[in-house]
Structure formats: C-alpha cells, structure tokens
C-alpha cells in the first residue's frame, strides 16, 4: 500500500538582512557592558578608586574640607563626580582607542549596524555602568555617615539626574573626541594624566577655596568642577537647582559631542 503526503517541504535558504535598529542597538549595548566588567583595569578605574579615596579621605583627616557636616558630606558628591568622568571620559577614551587602533571600529562600522548605534550603545554601556557605581559610592558614604540633603524634594532629585547626565553627555563628548582623534598610546596616556590633574584641581577632594582667586575662576569652568559643585550644592547644602553649573556642563557637552562627531575617525 503507497501513501503520499502533501507536506510542504521546509525552506533552508538563507534570508540575509540587518537586524531591526532597537535589537542591534541593545544587543551592542549589552556586550559593551560584559565586556567592561570583565576588564580589571576598568574596573579599577571606575570602581575601586573612587571608593578607596571615599574611605580613606573620609576616615583620615588629609586635606581640610569645606562646608558644615561630616567631612564625607564634602567628599561624596565630589566622587560621585570622579565616577562619572572616569567611566564617561577616561575609561571610554582608552577603550575606544585602542579598539580603533586594532580595527575594531573600522569592522563594526562596515557591518549593517548604523555607526551612530555604535556610539550610542557605548553611551548606554557608560550609564549603565555609572548606576552601578552611584549605588555602590552611595552604601559606602551611607555607611560612613553620609547625610545627603538635597534628595528629599523632587526638584533636588531631578536637579542630581540633570548633574549626572549632562556630565555625562560632557565627558563621553570629551572622551570620544580623544579617542577619535589621537593614537591609541597616546589617548592613553593623555586620558591618565587629565584624570589625575582633575582629580586633585577639580574640586574633588581639594576644595577650589583652597587655589588663588585667579586659578579658581579658571578652574570653576572644568566640567568636573562644574559637577562636582553642582552635586554638592544639592547633596551637602540642600540649595536648589544649580543652573550655573548646568549651563557649564551643558556647553561642554554641546562642544564635546560636537566635535567628536565632527573628528572622529574609525581607522
């Protein structure tokens, strides 16, 4: 007895084409990320330093701080700003640096994944990154006594989520910027010695009262000045919005993301 069936028979041939934009963009955004926290050196960078500085500046009396409270009050908002400029500028600057220089960029940017997602989930990766990081900075400076003020009314909560964006925004423009335009070596370098000059002229642990007049009104224009200030206007002294502060990081970002997209370079 022959039977016959009417199946139709299955279609094996490939069906080439991109992925929708949005899948692309969190699936780029999500290995940016792994990729980030398996990096010991970002790491360090990002985490580890920032919060061995709030512990031991916090627990030993080294450089006099200003304002009224405990000397963590000073110090927390001014490295929750060290975490945003070491994630958003000097770790993003190296690895996109030498990403370029072994032609990683130059592969990423001839596949079908627009070049603006490509930079756009690195910005993701960065945010995601700074979250773990304000929350980690925050236990820590809680558990040392940290009392901050300016949380408790909405419009000190959206002032502090401006802060952070915008300097954010300002230091991955920044940040891309060297990275597209310098060799690797050298954004390298470049990248370790601004962090370390803004880490101790920034207004992070040593108050800008502290530098003559003329040098302060200088410094009090650095981006991380700017947000560390801000932060600490809100968080220490419980003021409201900082507008000038915003309107510093807000030009240093429309300036940085600006330039960087017009010099970058992938190859």
């Not at 409270?69 to 500028?89: H, Q, Y």
């Not at 820590?140 to 401006?162: C, D, E, F, I, R």
Request: hydrophobic fraction near 55%.
């Amino acid at each position: 007895m022959t039977t016959t069936t009417d199946a139709t028979p299955t279609d094996f041939s490939p069906k080439p084409g991109a992925a929708p934009v949005g899948r692309m963009l969190l699936a780029q955004t999500a290995f940016e990320t792994r990729m980030l926290l398996r990096n010991g050196e970002q790491l360090l960078l990002t985490v580890v330093i920032p919060t061995v500085l709030l512990v031991l500046f916090s627990a030993v009396d080294i450089v006099a701080v200003d304002g009224p409270g405990k000397r963590v009050d000073f110090l927390a908002p001014g490295l929750l700003a060290l975490a945003v400029m070491s994630t958003a500028f000097t770790g993003q600057a190296i690895a996109t640096g030498f990403e370029r220089r072994y032609g990683v960029l130059k592969r990423l940017g001839a596949s079908p994944m627009p070049r603006w997602t490509l930079l756009t989930a690195k910005t993701g990766c960065v945010l995601v990154t700074e979250v773990l990081q304000v929350a980690l900075l925050s236990v820590v400076a809680l558990a040392l006594g940290w009392s901050p003020h300016g949380l408790a009314t909405p419009q000190g909560a959206l002032a502090v989520a401006a802060l952070l964006v915008l300097g954010t925004a300002a230091f991955s423009g920044l940040g891309l910027l060297m990275a597209g335009t310098l060799k690797a070596e050298a954004t390298l370098a470049a990248a370790n010695l601004v962090f370390v000059l803004l880490l101790l002229a920034g207004g992070v642990i040593v108050p800008l009262s502290k530098f003559p007049d003329a040098v302060r009104s200088v410094l009090e224009l650095l981006p991380i000045s700017a947000l560390s200030d801000g932060l600490r206007s809100v968080l220490q002294h419980g003021a409201g919005v900082p507008w000038s502060d915003l309107g510093i990081l807000a030009g240093w970002a429309v300036l940085g993301l600006a330039a960087a997209a017009r010099f970058f370079r992938w190859e």
